[in-house]
């Protein structure tokens, strides 16, 4: 694995001197469009809105839209003005318990590596965060760009999470959710909590697979094999209704449903007795 930024950690007087690894890869499947005639690919060309010309890439500047059809240039002065030096520091801020912050902020993580002379002081960061559940507040620069993240311990490692800032998040009083008014009664909620019950299991993030990306590449390993030639259609199971339902009816079958493979899974991993 490459590293993608080499600094250091930065709070108090502390300096820890580290590497920055990406956490999460996404293999997603990559298409080109091609022109169906004779199967060429087709490339995407530059075109002004005004007269549907061409346009070179040196005749290009980027704009900001202020009102409608209004720009301002923007060149690469302007953009110097405000770009921030890159000191290469994930430089925290502040510790907060990680109980106060909301999941949805977090949203990128990368692993962080001791680098020579920086084990100690990395370990001791570790196992303060572990040991407070707090979280290290800090904004670094990645690319010339500021990000806020937050420092936090994971097993041996020390994570950096990117956060997005305040602003970012849309407001979610704005959305037309039901309130406690439509709460469910007793008998539901003791019906849905049962079931919850039923279901519960173990974290095991391998039994989760993308079954989209999985169905996708066997169309695709079906049609080469087919010369790409169109495959047969298969019947499709009947999707659930989205009408109103009858929720205390739907709960019931549904415990029923999870119990019979809460069983039917005890009965598999049962030992089996060996012969006399």
Same mark, same amino acid.
């Given at each position: 694995?490459? @590293? ?10 502390? /300096? ?121 507040? @800090? ?36 959305? /037309? ?5 439509? @709460? ?50 298969? @019947? ?41």
């Amino acid at each position: 694995m490459r @590293a993608i930024w080499k600094g250091s950690i930065s709070f108090g007087l502390v /300096n820890i001197p580290i590497a920055l690894y990406p956490a999460t890869r996404r293999e997603d499947l990559k298409f080109r469009l091609l022109r169906e005639s004779d199967l060429s690919p087709v490339n995407y060309k530059r075109v002004a809105e005004k007269d549907g010309k061409e346009v070179p890439w040196n005749k290009i500047v980027k704009g900001y839209e202020y009102e409608k059809g209004k720009f301002v240039v923007l060149s690469e002065k302007d953009f110097q003005r405000v770009d921030l030096e890159a000191t290469q520091t994930v430089d925290i801020q502040d510790f907060v318990d990680i109980e106060e912050i909301d999941p949805m902020y977090f949203y990128k993580p990368y692993y962080l590596e001791p680098q020579k002379g920086g084990d100690k002081a990395y370990v001791l960061l570790r196992e303060t965060l572990a040991k407070t559940k707090k979280v290290g507040i @800090a904004k670094v620069i990645i690319k010339t760009r500021q990000y806020l993240a937050g420092l936090k311990p994971l097993k041996h490692a020390l994570v950096l999470e990117l956060m997005h800032f305040a602003e970012e998040l849309a407001d979610a009083e704005k959305l /037309n959710v039901p309130k406690k008014s439509s @709460a469910p009664g007793k008998r539901e909620l003791k019906m849905a909590n049962a079931l919850v019950e039923s279901m519960s299991a173990e974290w095991d993030p391998k039994k989760y697979k993308d079954d989209y990306r999985d169905a996708l590449m066997e169309v695709i390993e079906e049609k080469v094999e087919l010369g790409g030639k169109e495959i047969e259609e298969k @019947a499709k199971p009947k999707k659930p209704s989205a009408k109103v339902i009858d929720l205390v009816a739907v709960l019931q079958e549904s415990l029923a449903q999870a119990e019979g493979e809460g069983k039917k899974k005890r009965k598999t991993k049962a030992p089996t007795r060996r012969a006399a």
